[in-house]
């Protein structure tokens, strides 16, 4: 599960609209949550931490570092580039990942 899918997930156990979420978070309309959701907006590191307390869970589990909620624990502090390299990465093809894999681990 990626982050968007995990953002929709927990807002929908918390029986909140996109709406709702949008206006805890200082946005005027429900759209940017549906663009986190879908997966075409990125968040700063700082954002992902804001919105997981809108939905009261941990940023590291909506990044899914996490399996779920209860193995929280773990704080990872993540630069805005390493974010992006991460979500780069997950966005990749088999073939890239296993490519980079195969760069990191030399």
Not at 21 to 34: F, P, Q, T, V
């Amino acid at each position: 599960m990626n982050f968007g899918e995990r953002v929709k997930q927990r807002r929908m156990e918390l029986k909140m609209t996109q709406q709702e979420l949008a206006e805890k978070l200082g946005y005027r309309d429900k759209s940017s949550i549906a663009k986190i959701e879908s997966g075409v907006n990125s968040l700063t590191m700082p954002m992902v931490e804001k919105v997981a307390s809108a939905l009261d869970c941990t940023g590291p589990y909506l990044m899914g570092w996490t399996e779920n909620e209860e193995q929280r624990g773990i704080n990872i502090e993540v630069t805005d580039e390493e974010l992006t390299l991460l979500q780069t990465f997950r966005k990749s093809d088999d073939v890239t990942k296993d490519i980079i894999r195969k760069i990191l681990t030399k």
